[in-house]
């Protein structure tokens, strides 16, 4: 068996404790917060999920970012910033820094969000403001910079 194989194996994402099959990670990036995933037998995998749910209560924090990030990348707006800003890394990895950007000014207050009370099909009730737009350019930058001298 290789461990490559998408018959005998899954992908396991070390960082949401999930697995998936070949099809859900295609390009080897967890679909749920972006990371790397590695192939595991079904049997491993099957015995990591298990003993991950029973470690965390549930996957809302998971969920919670993955709604986030669907928010600010929304109508291409991810895509724009990573044209204009043209940073030295892949974009899966780009939107996964920015969504912990949004997520820490999220928290400290600098950006709000606006969801509706009720799931809705009207996509404008899902709303991220970005309040102080100058700390926001700055920790893109700062995140665009910090890789660079990463490779650089």
């Known amino acids: 068996m290789t461990t490559s194989d998408p018959v005998k194996t899954y ?9 998936f099959t070949h099809d859900d990670a295609r390009d080897g990036v967890c679909p749920l917060c972006a990371g790397p995933v590695r192939p595991m037998g079904k049997m491993s995998a099957l015995l990591r999920g298990l003993m991950a749910t029973e470690m965390v209560a549930t996957d809302l924090r998971t969920k919670h970012r993955q709604l986030i990030r669907m928010i600010w990348t929304r109508n291409g707006r991810g895509e724009q910033y990573f ?70």
């Open 11 to 19: 992908l396991w994402c070390d960082a949401c404790r999930r697995s």
């Open 83 to 152: 044209r204009v800003l043209e940073p030295d890394m892949t974009y899966s990895k780009f939107e996964k820094q920015v969504t912990e950007i949004v997520c820490q000014g999220l928290e400290e207050g600098w950006i709000t969000v606006s969801l509706p009370v009720a799931p809705s099909i009207d996509e404008s009730a899902y709303q991220i403001t970005i309040v102080d737009e100058n700390r926001f350019v700055d920790e893109m930058q700062a995140v665009v910079e910090a890789n660079r001298r990463k490779k650089g």
